[in-house]
């Protein structure tokens, strides 16, 4: 019998097929004792699986390339901590096995991050699989992970590590589930970046028997049961529809009526660059940089590394728009050479602009390499800085840029509420602002990102939040400048139009939404758009404010 469950919707499209689970997690290791003159080779067994484990993740990373490969990279940097390897070794010296000395010493550290607050506890997933990887390597057993199948399936699981999700086969997984997770955690964005329609956030998936059929939909976040074939017919008629607008829709953002609207792209890296430029992007209204900073924590790129990668994103958007963030560390993405290692809640401590305020040499360093590697191109090179809180710190970077001979517009991203109500104040000393959505989201309802259990709250949709970007929007209209999107919330078809009704000027996203934003905002006239954000803002809950647009659009 048909029945409908519902998650969070984090990646577009419809996967209908049999559900596999992912596998096990690695036993507990018994706690048995060695002798004394054992510790050593114990030492070293540990030593070596650390050693293999992030080898393994930094080739994963390597084949798949993109945002997939900062996050294993990051992964790795994780498995070879120097005070988790201290923890095992002095776990060991009294008495512990290697894999024994590994599960406490992870376990301690997990404890540890719920006791700061739990920012970080959306890294459990990856620190889990952190453990996994380095037990099983131990205990000579293979590593439970995606299941093998010669025919397509529907991969269902309690979370996703970046290590599975980034090298799924799309040929054969037709989409995921999970029990955890967020709409912006590494799995949710991972997914959109492979096209694989995935729900996250759903309670009980992992009661759903093998081989049951399913159908999900990753948009709605809606899973059906053993869908009755008039389902299944409906939900592949409204894929089939979806598939044929994307094609029709090409060239330029714009609503119906002509109002433009630049369809950018997110990216980590050059490897995300070809994506990009076949889904017709605009430019790149996101560049991540912390890519550059990942392979050594210990000391930051130099000036002839970070010129020669910028340089390859730059070129291929020929007098494009191509966006920059400079360094976000801190928090979720430490660094040991900038980021403090004793902050009590590092969401809520030194990071972003306020880390690199405190190292003006590295900051000093990443614009003077912005700067030589846009010198001669015709692209329209633009420099933003996360977690700006007010005019003070507007200011502090527009004259960095100044002093670092930036021949470039400076911006700020609004990510703490402070920005949005004091918008205007910000844009006396920068140039536009980008809405960083999915940060922005956290700290307007002190709800950790990462956490499924609080994904209610980490929805976009959220009338306060649209409020905050509406007022950011007000603001950069009055002063004649742009506001922009990059955070996640813009690679929602239909919350892009109310987006756009609010006022924002553009629309950064991963490269797999930008033709169905496209397609979507082609339907509609600007005038329909805004009719649809403000009923979205009168709602009171974000599933309503959801439901009040599609009213509006649709003509009910």
Aim: hydrophobic share 45%.
């Amino acid at each position: 019998m048909e029945t409908t469950l519902r998650g969070v919707g984090v990646s577009h499209g419809v996967a209908i097929g049999e559900v596999r689970h992912m596998g096990t997690a690695v036993l507990e290791p018994p706690a048995k004792q060695i002798p004394p003159e054992d510790a050593d080779r114990e030492q070293a067994r540990a030593r070596k699986a650390v050693e293999d484990v992030a080898a393994d993740l930094i080739a994963r990373g390597n084949l798949a390339g993109g945002e997939a490969q900062a996050v294993l990279e990051a992964q790795a940097m994780m498995a070879q901590d120097p005070e988790l390897t201290a923890d095992v070794n002095r776990r060991i010296a009294v008495g512990s096995t290697a894999e024994r000395a590994v599960y406490d010493a992870l376990a301690a550290y997990r404890a540890l991050l719920a006791g700061a607050g739990e920012y970080l506890a959306g890294r459990v997933a990856d620190l889990d699989d952190v453990r996994n990887r380095i037990i099983a390597r131990l205990l000579g057993v293979p590593m439970p992970g995606v299941p093998d199948s010669d025919e397509p399936y529907v991969l269902i699981a309690r979370d996703l590590a970046p290590a599975d999700t980034a090298l799924l086969d799309p040929t054969l997984v037709l989409g995921f589930v999970t029990e955890e997770g967020g709409p912006t955690s590494h799995s949710a964005i991972l997914a959109r970046a492979l096209g694989v329609p995935a729900v996250v956030a759903l309670p009980g998936a992992g009661e759903l028997a093998e081989g049951t059929v399913i159908a999900v939909d990753g948009s709605t976040g809606d899973i059906f049961v053993e869908p009755s074939a008039e389902k299944k017919a409906q939900l592949e008629a409204a894929a089939a529809e979806r598939k044929a607008a994307l094609s029709a829709s090409t060239g330029p953002g714009a609503t119906s009526d002509g109002h433009k609207v630049p369809l950018l792209a997110n990216v980590g890296g050059p490897a995300d660059v070809p994506a990009a430029v076949e889904a017709g992007a605009e430019g790149v209204g996101l560049f991540r940089t912390e890519f550059l900073f990942l392979d050594d924590s210990k000391k930051a790129p130099s000036e002839e590394k970070q010129i020669e990668a910028y340089r390859q994103v730059l070129e291929a958007f020929p007098e494009g728009r191509v966006v920059v963030r400079v360094l976000d560390a801190g928090a979720d993405k430490p660094l040991d050479f900038l980021t403090p290692a004793d902050e009590p809640n590092p969401a809520l401590g030194v990071r972003g602009l306020r880390t690199l305020l405190d190292h003006p040499d590295v900051l000093s360093t990443q614009l003077t390499a912005l700067a030589k590697a846009s010198d001669g191109l015709p692209v329209y090179l633009e420099v933003m800085a996360p977690m700006v809180a007010d005019r003070t710190d507007a200011k502090a970077f527009a004259d960095a840029c100044r002093e670092a001979g930036l021949r470039a517009k400076f911006g700020a991203m609004v990510e703490i509420p402070s920005a949005a109500l004091r918008a205007r104040s910000i844009l006396q000393e920068v140039e536009f602002l980008s809405l960083g959505t999915n940060d922005l989201a956290q700290y307007t309802f002190a709800a950790d990102r990462q956490v499924g259990a609080v994904s209610r709250l980490q929805d976009p949709w959220q009338p306060a939040l649209l409020d905050l970007v509406a007022m950011s929007a007000e603001a950069a209209k009055a002063e004649g400048k742009s506001c922009g999107v990059c955070g996640e919330a813009a690679s929602d078809p239909l919350l892009a139009c109310v987006l756009t009704g609010l006022g924002v000027t553009s629309l950064s996203m991963g490269a797999a939404s930008i033709p169905y934003v496209r397609a979507t905002l082609a339907k509609y006239t600007l005038a329909q758009c805004e009719r649809a954000a403000s009923a979205a803002r009168a709602a009171d809950t974000a599933e309503e404010a959801r439901t009040a647009a599609q009213a509006v659009l649709s003509g009910e």
